[in-house]
T-cell receptor, first 116, second 115 residues
Framework: AQSVAQPEDQVNVAEGNPLTVKCTYSVSGNPYLFWYVQYPNRGLQFLLKYITGDNLVKGSYGFEAEFNKSQTSFHLKKPSALVSDSALYFCAVRDLVSGGYNKLIFGAGTRLAVHP | DGGITQSPKYLFRKEGQNVTLSCEQNLNHDAMYWYRQDPGQGLRLIYYSQIVNDFQKGDIAEGYSVSREKKESFPLTVTSAQKNPTAFYLC??????????????FGDGTRLSIL
């Protein structure tokens, strides 16, 4: 079965410093990977995805993610954190179901706190 | 602007009562999804629908029901059989149910509590 893990419940970083939010996955076949962000009492917003191609994926708000097949990881990164980046971040992997359709399996989420 | 609208934003349920959460999208997406979010557990899939008049159970469908009579609407009913309904409910849609390379778009959720 497909699965995704976010090993850190919370990540703390100072404003202006680089940030990394970790994600590892377990899939059969080629992984389709996604990152989403959630602000309080809001829905999830899509940040970026990896389907195929370049291992470094660039997304919204200056975020990027590095796909590493050998380590089965898809860590989210940003060179310089902002206080406004403080939110809950979810990694997700595609899971194929019957009929050729698909659904997403989400990690438990990582809370990012950026301190001034 | 296109998007997903969930209503109401807050909902209270009495014991033994069924309640219905609304989800409407004007993105012309084929697929729609309902998730439940509890603290520290991420999102869990309740039901999903890839086309009109068809839907499938997700991982935690017990105590819930859905319908998909129109492409733009996917209401979720939380029945009295759901003994622990207090949670944040999120509706999502995606443009193409096949392939899985397109992101899901989310509404802003409905927070359900028991009175």
């Amino acid at each position: 079965a497909q699965s995704v893990a976010q090993p850190e419940d919370q990540v703390n970083v100072a404003e202006g410093n680089p940030l990394t939010v970790k994600c590892t996955y377990s899939v059969s076949g080629n992984p389709y990977l996604f990152w989403y962000v959630q602000y309080p009492n809001r829905g999830l917003q899509f940040l970026l995805k990896y389907i195929t191609g370049d291992n470094l994926v660039k997304g919204s708000y200056g975020f990027e993610a590095e796909f590493n097949k050998s380590q089965t990881s898809f860590h989210l990164k940003k060179p310089s954190a902002l206080v406004s980046d403080s939110a809950l971040y979810f990694c997700a992997v595609r899971d194929l179901v019957s009929g050729g359709y698909n659904k997403l399996i989400f990690g438990a989420g990582t809370r990012l706190a950026v301190h001034p | 602007d296109g998007g997903i609208t969930q209503s109401p934003k807050y909902l209270f349920r009495k014991e033994g009562q069924n309640v219905t959460l609304s989800c409407e999208q004007n993105l012309n997406h084929d697929a729609m999804y309902w998730y439940r979010q509890d603290p520290g557990q991420g999102l869990r899939l309740i039901y999903y629908s890839q086309i009109v008049n068809d839907f499938q159970k997700g991982d935690i469908a017990e105590g819930y029901s859905v319908s998909r009579e129109k492409k733009e609407s996917f209401p979720l009913t939380v029945t009295s059989a759901q003994k622990n309904p207090t949670a944040f409910y999120l509706c999502a849609s995606s443009i193409n149910p096949l392939g899985g390379d397109q992101p899901q778009h989310f509404g802003d959720g409905t927070r359900l509590s028991i009175l």
